[in-house]
T-cell receptor
Framework: GQQLNQSPQSMFIQEGEDVSMNCTSS?????WLWYKQDPGEGPVLLIA?????ELTSNGRLTAQFGITRKDSFLNISASIPSDVGIYFC?????????FGQGTILTVHP | DAGVIQSPRHEVTEMGQEVTLRCKPI?????LFWYRQTMMRGLELLIY????????DSGMPEDRFSAKMPNASFSTLKIQPSEPRDSAVYFC????????????FGQGTRLTVV
């Protein structure tokens, strides 16, 4: 089946630093989704990408859909403590979403 | 809309007991998904329904797991008999068009089997 590989698995950063994480796949995706999961909650969609090469921003978040359609990147600028959580990439196919393993982000004040 | 509603939020049960997890999807959503989350395996899709019909149950780990969707506003995931290795957070999610769009997740049920 389809698999998504996320890196890094975890990050420990200081408040105010920028963060970058990525997701790669052996398969081509036509859509890339980035979710965030707060502790004790379900994942919530942050950004959706629908076109190869697309660069989309949502506040301090910026995500890009790789030109090969096999990868995507998520950047967070000027991190704050509430950015802590698990970030997942997801790609649709065959009527369902496949999720990456997640990147655990810890932000030290 | 209140979003996807799952119950209970927490469940502690003894090994061998039957466990039933419940989900109410967002009204109007035609797709419903059950996921399991563990530290080791991350988010795993167990089964999904379209218009109340199970479409893909290949992620259901064993015959001890079963899921039903008797109507558009209710689904259950049942484990019988439960085992300690079933301990995980179980999420229900729903979507309007299907897997090609955003899925909305419930808050999850944290299951502990002792």
């Amino acid at each position: 089946g389809q698999q998504l590989n996320q890196s890094p698995q975890s990050m420990f950063i200081q408040e105010g630093e920028d963060v970058s994480m990525n997701c790669t796949s052996s398969s081509i995706f036509n859509t890339w989704l980035w979710y965030k999961q707060d502790p004790g909650e379900g994942p919530v969609l942050l950004i959706a990408l629908y076109k190869a090469g697309e660069l989309t921003s949502n506040g301090r978040l910026t995500a890009q859909f790789g030109i090969t359609r096999k990868d995507s990147f998520l950047n967070i600028s000027a991190s704050i403590p509430s950015d802590v959580g698990i970030y997942f990439c997801a790609g649709p196919g065959y009527g369902k979403l496949t999720f990456g393993q997640g990147t655990i982000l810890t932000v030290h004040p | 809309d209140a979003g996807v509603i799952q119950s209970p939020r927490h469940e502690v049960t003894e090994m061998g007991q039957e466990v039933t997890l419940r989900c109410k999807p967002i009204s109007g959503h035609d797709y419903l998904f059950w996921y399991r989350q563990t530290m080791m395996r991350g988010l795993e899709l167990l089964i999904y329904f379209n218009n109340n019909v199970p479409i893909d149950d290949s992620g259901m780990p064993e015959d001890r797991f079963s899921a039903k969707m008797p109507n558009a506003s209710f689904s259950t995931l049942k484990i019988q008999p439960s085992e300690p290795r079933d301990s995980a957070v179980y999420f229900c999610a729903s979507s309007f068009i299907g897997g090609d769009t955003e899925a909305f997740f419930g808050q999850g049920t944290r299951l502990t089997v002792v």
